[in-house]
């Protein structure tokens, strides 16, 4: 049943254990919610009243809620028709076969199976979700998905193409000073025409005009960002489908001064024309 009055800033994970809600919530915390795993029902007015007061400093939240909680059945449906917000509920769900297997590969025991088979669990907890399951406003079957395909189901089914959010970094560096650990991609720009040996440019960056000038009138650096930009728009949407969250683009030259400076600006400038979310950054060119 879908919910009118929905709202993707505030997601609400449930549905059969063993169907990939954790997965859910790591991938949903990587695309900047703030997560909550097994809250008691009751306790999320409380909460949903805090946010909207701007009482805590969460702009997107998600809640992992399941019959993990004594009351569930019973205090859930409850609580939702009572806040003030409506959530976004997504329900994840698998095949009794598929969901069974998971559950004997990881050798731990189903909630409900206590006394009973693991199958017999797995039936069990499929019977009483169905009144949860009608609630939803997603109903995703993790049956035969990876991780991978379960997240990009996440993206269009829920967040939707338009809502995705990419953080880039392009990061200007000196190898003389070591390659940025945390970088996703690294280009060298030591071939480049190299200011330092300009006496009237050895002293100012790489943002400076003239330092400007000097790098990409070359031939050299004017073939370079027109195959770099096509390299990086081809990539990126990649990078999205795949669910990334954050990438860095690191730009290096021998000091981190001059040419990487330039270049990454550049690089920067292009990437704002389609991506909201870029922020450069110039480690060493104070160094």
């Known amino acids: 049943m879908k919910n ?33 795993d097994n809250l008691p029902a009751k306790l999320i007015p409380e909460l949903v009243n805090l946010w909207l007061k701007k009482k805590v400093e ?26 003030k917000i409506k959530p976004f509920l997504i329900f994840l769900e ?32 499929r019977k009483r979700l169905a009144g949860i399951k009608a609630m939803s406003d997603e109903v995703i079957d993790t049956s035969s998905l990876t991780i991978a395909q379960l997240k990009e189901a996440v993206l269009d089914r829920v967040l939707r193409k338009s809502q995705q959010r990419l953080q880039i970094y392009v990061v200007s560096f000196g190898y003389k000073y070591g390659l ?10 030591r071939f480049l025409p190299n200011p330092f040996y300009l006496d009237s440019l050895r ?6 005009q003239q330092v400007k000038n000097f790098v ?8 370079f960002l027109e195959k770099l930009y096509d390299l990086i ?33 550049a690089l920067k400038n292009h990437l704002k024309e389609k991506y909201r979310g870029v922020k450069i950054i110039h480690r060493d060119i104070y160094k």
Do not use: W
């Not at 063993?18 to 997560?35: H, I």
């Not at 002293?203 to 400076?208: A, F, K, L, Q, T």
């Not at 009138?217 to 004017?222: C, I, M, P, Q, V």
């Open 216 to 223: 990409l009138n070359s031939d050299e650096a004017r073939i």
């Open 203 to 208: 002293e100012v960056d790489g943002r400076h």
């Open 58 to 83: 969460i702009e997107r939240m998600a809640l992992v809620v399941d019959i993990r909680e004594p009351n569930f059945l019973t205090e859930f449906p409850r609580v939702v028709n009572q806040l």
């Open 94 to 125: 698998a095949s009794d076969e598929a969901l069974a297997k998971r559950f004997s590969e990881s050798r731990r025991p189903h909630p409900l199976s206590r006394s009973r088979s693991i199958m017999d669990g797995v039936k069990l907890e």
């Open 233 to 265: 728009d081809y990539l990126l949407p990649g990078f999205i489908k795949e669910g990334k969250s954050a990438l860095t683009i690191a730009v290096g030259c021998t000091g981190g001064k001059h040419r990487s400076v330039v270049i990454a600006e």
């Open 4 to 36: 009118s009055r929905k709202n993707t800033n505030f997601i609400v994970v449930t549905g059969l254990s063993g169907s990939g809600k954790t997965v859910v919530s790591r991938f949903l915390e990587d695309m900047d919610y703030y997560c909550i």
């Open 180 to 189: 940025p650990l945390d970088s996703d991609l690294v280009f060298d720009t």
